[in-house]
């Protein structure tokens, strides 16, 4: 990889909804970046449980990031490092939050090198406002009927109270 190519970095995720911690990575990614793909991955496992489907989730980050033109939305299915490959991102971004993130993050940031040589993982940390938020507590709060506005950007407020009644 040639220093004079475009930066693309991959931000992948289940994004059930995005969240502001979320945007907040991918909005960093962007100081270091030229462009940015942010990749809700596409499993079976996951289109079962989750809250929104894959391509609701697709078309929420969509409306969020509207006004970033450095930013594209797919879906993915797969491994990881053969999406990242197809779209000449070499570079993953993750946040991590806490201690307890590193663990998982350590071990997938060693298998995918693994994988593939020439990706490499950045880790960002969120404002420390968004350092307690996961989607998982988000949507926990929203079921539960608790206010969720100040974690979610305004168009996925809107559809969690349409899907939950938040
Ligand atoms: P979640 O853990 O919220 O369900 P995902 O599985 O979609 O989110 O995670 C995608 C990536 O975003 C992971 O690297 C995760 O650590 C990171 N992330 C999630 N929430 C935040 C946050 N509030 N601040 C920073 N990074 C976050």
Same mark, same amino acid.
């Given at each position: 990889m040639s220093r004079s190519q475009p930066v693309? *970095?991959? +931000?992948p995720g289940s994004f059930d909804p995005i969240t502001r911690g979320h945007e907040d990575? #991918? =909005?960093?990614?962007l100081r270091v970046a030229d462009r940015l793909i942010v990749a809700v991955a596409h499993t079976a496992?996951? #289109?079962k449980r989750g809250l929104f489907? %894959?391509?609701?989730? %697709?078309e929420m980050i969509r409306e969020v990031f509207a006004d970033e033109p450095d930013v594209e939305v797919e879906a993915f299915e797969g491994l990881l490092v053969d999406f990242a490959r /197809?779209? $000449?991102a070499h570079f993953v971004v993750r946040g991590l939050r806490a201690v307890s993130d590193f663990e998982y993050e350590f071990q997938m940031a060693q298998m995918n090198r693994e994988l593939w040589d020439e990706i490499e993982t950045l880790f960002l940390t969120p404002d420390q406002? +968004? /350092?307690?938020? /996961? #989607? /998982?507590?988000v949507r926990e709060i929203a =079921?539960? $009927? $608790?206010?969720v506005s100040r974690f979610v950007s305004p168009t996925v407020l *809107? =559809?969690?109270? *349409?899907r939950v009644g938040a």
């Open positions: 693309v *970095a991959i +931000y990575v #991918a =909005r960093r990614t496992t996951q #289109a489907t %894959v391509e609701e989730r %697709v /197809s779209r $000449g406002h +968004y /350092s307690f938020l /996961s #989607a /998982s507590l =079921r539960l $009927g $608790g206010d *809107a =559809r969690l109270q *349409a």
